[in-house]
């Protein structure tokens, strides 16, 4: 397992919710995907449109993560 730091905004909050430990932590298995973390680990549906930045950098939703990676999830409708 590996910790990364998850946050998430706007309506993707509330999945966060029982899985994210103290200052969003997440322990996850080592080198899983973007899109796998979004699905099977924080519960997001396939069918919403996330925008993924990695230590501050777009990344594709194949990415792999590694220990440490700080990891911002954004969905494609947002309130303004």
Avoid: H, W
């Avoid at 509330?14 to 699905?39: F, G, H, M, P, T």
């Avoid at 792999?64 to 303004?80: T, V």
Wanted: charged share 30%; glycine share 4%; hydrophobic share 40%.
């Amino acid at each position: 397992m590996i910790k990364v730091k998850v946050k998430l905004y706007t309506i993707l909050k509330k999945y966060a919710e029982d899985k994210v430990l103290e200052n969003d932590i997440i322990l996850v298995q080592k080198s899983i995907a973007l899109e796998e973390l979004a699905s099977k680990y924080l519960n997001i549906p396939k069918k919403l449109g996330l925008i993924f930045l990695v230590n501050n950098s777009p990344k594709d939703k194949k990415y792999r993560l590694i220990e440490g990676d700080e990891i911002k999830i954004f969905s494609l409708i947002c309130g303004g």
